[in-house]
């Protein structure tokens, strides 16, 4: 992942240099660094080799399995039963038809859909399922449920039922519910699919894969969200570029270098005796061939000794009939008088012909090239070359300050964030959790909503959802006869709907975000709550960018539970999900899949993470979605019923009259087909 600047920071100012804050930081990390580098210098190696070896124990003891070699946070972070299953709901009319040959032809692609997922010794394994079956996987719903028809009435209880089981043992573990049920008369179909994220993450698929949806690609609309949850850092624009123009150009003069001097291309260098530089060219062209080839193995996995590099080594030499005898003779040609003095007659020649043709030629290029407005026209000259590099090298010596200029403020920042501020505790579950989930979500709210609202308190349409989380928790803290907190910490995240229906492979990063409870002046005030989240959402984004970097780079590349022992990380972040008891996922993005009337996503809550709350934005309008652990039911559903109405109260505050759709919604429990109460999501 390409570094990242903070938009709200990302331009340096020479004047930060004589403010008091950088010699402060700078202290700070000198000292952070003394005492830290001698530790992680043993730690990444040590923690690297124990792994390694461990991971090789456990292949040695159990010859037929396929041990997962990778480590990731959600990895490390599973206990016990309490997986991390990524759900999806999605409603349509007519979205199951042929689901079963869709699956049937996916598995036959994906080989780890049809294995077993298992731990041993600590790690995951997949092991051969001979009893495999797609239709154990996919499962029909009943006609009822708890003797009642399946309706809008009962879905939800019916949909929770579902998650609140765990995924059977011994299967992989996946799995697609196809749930028939009436709403207002007219039959739906839901489907439900239930994905182990480490299955996700190895077959690179997204949730949506698992079901026959057809994509309309004409109406994706390729726009920037406004979520305050991404977007937290400018990526760097002339680091890249300056990268991309050195590689090329260096690529092709190596290119040359080979065609010129290396024997492969030309069997006929070696057909004579060969001078001392040519002897020096040879070799570098063979070293860099032996490195290129080590690192091949080493991505590869192959596994790489000590004496491998001298056995490559010697494969590239006599790949080019270069031995020691030809160095050693190319080596005594420097002491040969009549070489000698060759040498110098065609050096004095080539001077000759450089200084009283070529150079003249070559200044008259220049003085073109200066002359002219088109300075690519000339692309042997060296002013075209200054004029090329000299503006990439200046924006990126930029962004270098920058980036240094955040990164020596970070430690400080995390540190505090983390572990300094509010350090009140919040639990939104005050008993050990027992890791089966349930779901719930609410009606639909519309867009047009939350645009009324936001033009006249100038809010994002974000703030103004976090606003009326805020007011649904606190009505599910009375009920469940929790103390209100001052604030409930969050971890949020970004996730675009084209990582749920077409792909996963975007790279996000988490930050952390105070949800205020309580406020300064007035007790239940929303209108103050929201004013308080603007300027938390502010502050975080100001702040955060370190964050968001590192956390997005553990995401795409696993820098941290690669560098650290998974014991110490799940010590470490057990600690944080107790701090920070929520989960936060905002999903937005203009995408309409063809078939699909609703869909909510659902991230599972994991280590000492007690609930997920997701704001889903489907089509027009947005829905919020909670999963927690069971034990927490039925008061989650709590949120969800309140939702509505507290962007309701919201709106009235602030002067915007009420929409047919807060109307309806008001005076009728059972919603219409397209609300979320009566059309699942995932």
């Known amino acids: 992942m390409a570094i990242a600047l903070?938009?709200?920071?990302?331009?340096?100012?020479?004047?930060?240099?004589?403010?008091?804050?950088?010699?402060?930081?700078l202290v700070f990390v000198t000292l952070l660094a003394f005492i830290s580098l001698p530790f992680f210098l043993f730690l990444y190696p040590a923690s690297s080799w124990s792994r390694k070896c461990w991971i090789n124990f456990v292949k040695w003891k159990y010859p037929n399995c396929i041990v997962v070699e990778e480590n990731n946070i959600r990895s490390i972070l599973d206990q016990g039963r309490n997986h991390g299953i990524y759900t999806l709901l999605v409603q349509g009319r007519s979205i199951a038809e042929g689901t079963r040959s869709h699956l049937l032809h996916l598995t036959s692609k994906k080989k780890f859909l049809r294995l077993t997922l298992t731990t041993k010794?600590?790690?995951?394994?997949?092991?051969?399922?001979?009893?495999?079956?797609?239709?154990?996987?996919?499962?029909?719903?009943?006609?009822?449920?708890?003797?009642?028809?399946?309706?809008?009435?009962?879905?939800?209880?019916?949909?929770?039922?579902?998650?609140?089981?765990?995924?059977?043992?011994?299967?992989?573990?996946?799995?697609?519910?196809?749930?028939?049920?009436?709403?207002?008369?007219?039959?739906?179909?839901?489907c439900l699919v239930r994905v182990h994220h480490l299955l996700l993450r190895l077959e690179h698929l997204s949730l949506a894969d698992f079901l026959p949806l057809k994509y309309s690609t004409e109406n994706w609309a390729c726009e920037e969200s406004d979520s305050?949850?991404?977007?937290?850092?400018?990526?760097?624009?002339?680091?890249?570029?300056?990268?991309?123009?050195?590689?090329?150009?260096?690529?092709?003069?190596?290119?040359e270098f080979l065609c010129n001097n290396d024997p492969i291309e030309r069997p006929e260098i070696m057909k004579k005796r060969i001078g001392i530089f040519q002897c020096i060219k040879i070799g570098v062209i063979v070293l860099v061939a032996t490195s290129k080839e080590l690192t091949r193995q080493y991505r590869k996995s192959e596994g790489l000794?000590?004496?491998?590099?001298?056995?490559?080594?010697?494969?590239?030499?006599?790949?080019?009939n270069f031995g020691v005898f030809i160095t050693f003779y190319a080596v005594?040609?420097?002491?040969?008088?009549?070489?000698?003095?060759?040498?110098?007659?065609?050096?004095?020649?080539?001077?000759?012909?450089?200084?009283?043709?070529?150079?003249?030629?070559?200044?008259?290029?220049?003085?073109?090239?200066?002359?002219?407005?088109?300075?690519?026209?000339?692309?042997?000259?060296?002013?075209?070359?200054?004029?090329?590099?000299?503006?990439?090298?200046?924006?990126?010596?930029?962004e270098v300050f920058s980036i240094t200029w955040i990164a020596i403020g970070a430690p400080k920042l995390i540190l505090e964030e983390l572990f300094l501020k509010?350090?009140?505790?919040?639990?939104?579950?005050?008993?050990?959790?027992?890791?089966?989930?349930?779901?719930?979500?609410?009606?639909?709210?519309?867009?047009?909503?939350?645009?009324?609202?936001?033009?006249?308190?100038?809010?994002?349409?974000?703030?103004?959802?976090?606003?009326?989380?805020?007011?649904?928790?606190?009505?599910?803290?009375?009920?469940?006869?929790?103390?209100?907190?001052?604030?409930?910490?969050?971890?949020?995240?970004f996730v675009n709907q084209k990582a749920i229906f077409l792909h996963n492979h975007e790279t996000r990063g988490i930050v952390c975000l105070a949800l205020p409870t309580r406020t300064p002046l007035f007790e239940d005030d929303l209108l103050e709550i929201l004013q308080v989240i603007q300027r938390n959402v502010q502050e975080?984004?100001?702040?955060?960018?370190?964050?968001?970097?590192?956390t997005a780079t553990e995401t795409s590349r696993g820098l941290i539970s690669s560098s650290f022992p998974s014991i110490l990380l799940k010590l470490i972040l057990?600690?944080?999900?107790?701090?920070?008891?929520?989960?936060?996922?905002?999903?937005?993005?203009?995408?309409?899949?063809?078939?699909?009337?609703?869909?909510?996503?659902?991230?599972?809550?994991?280590?000492?993470?007690?609930?997920?709350?997701?704001?889903?934005?489907?089509?027009?309008?947005?829905r919020l979605g909670v999963m927690g652990d069971a034990l927490i039911g039925p008061q989650h559903s709590i949120i969800t019923r309140t939702f509505p109405k507290s962007l309701q109260n919201l709106s009235a505050i602030v002067g915007v009259p009420k929409t047919p759709v807060l109307e309806n919604q008001s005076r009728s429990p059972s919603p219409h087909s397209v609300s979320p109460t009566t059309s699942p999501g995932y």
């Open 6 to 25: 903070s938009s709200s920071s990302s331009s340096f100012e020479l004047m930060d240099l004589f403010s008091l804050a950088i010699p402060t930081n």
């Open 121 to 190: 010794w600590g790690l995951y394994v997949w092991k051969d399922n001979e009893q495999f079956s797609v239709d154990n996987h996919l499962l029909n719903s009943p006609c009822s449920f708890r003797g009642r028809p399946l309706t809008e009435s009962n879905i939800q209880d019916y949909v929770s039922d579902v998650t609140s089981k765990f995924l059977p043992a011994g299967r992989s573990p996946w799995q697609v519910n196809v749930i028939n049920c009436f709403f207002r008369g007219e039959e739906y179909q839901i």
């Open 228 to 255: 305050p949850f991404t977007n937290l850092y400018v990526e760097p624009s002339a680091l890249p570029r300056l990268h991309q123009k050195l590689t090329e150009n260096f690529s092709n003069y190596w290119n």
């Open 305 to 320: 000794r000590f004496f491998d590099f001298f056995t490559i080594l010697q494969r590239e030499v006599n790949k080019r």
């Open 332 to 398: 005594l040609r420097i002491f040969h008088p009549i070489d000698t003095i060759y040498s110098i007659l065609a050096w004095s020649w080539y001077l000759f012909i450089m200084l009283t043709l070529k150079t003249p030629v070559l200044i008259f290029r220049e003085f073109q090239a200066l002359q002219s407005k088109y300075k690519h026209f000339y692309p042997d000259t060296l002013i075209s070359m200054i004029w090329c590099y000299l503006p990439l090298i200046i924006q990126a010596t930029i």
């Open 422 to 493: 509010h350090p009140q505790a919040n639990r939104l579950q005050t008993i050990s959790p027992c890791g089966r989930k349930v779901v719930a979500w609410s009606e639909e709210v519309s867009l047009d909503v939350l645009k009324k609202i936001s033009s006249v308190t100038g809010a994002t349409d974000a703030e103004i959802l976090l606003t009326a989380i805020v007011d649904s928790l606190k009505e599910y803290f009375r009920h469940s006869g929790v103390r209100i907190p001052d604030d409930v910490l969050t971890t949020a995240k």
């Open 540 to 550: 975080t984004r100001a702040k955060q960018s370190a964050i968001y970097a590192i």
């Open 574 to 622: 057990n600690q944080l999900s107790r701090r920070y008891s929520l989960s936060l996922t905002h999903v937005d993005g203009n995408l309409q899949v063809e078939g699909v009337d609703a869909a909510v996503y659902w991230r599972p809550p994991q280590g000492n993470c007690n609930m997920s709350i997701t704001l889903h934005r489907y089509g027009n309008g947005v």
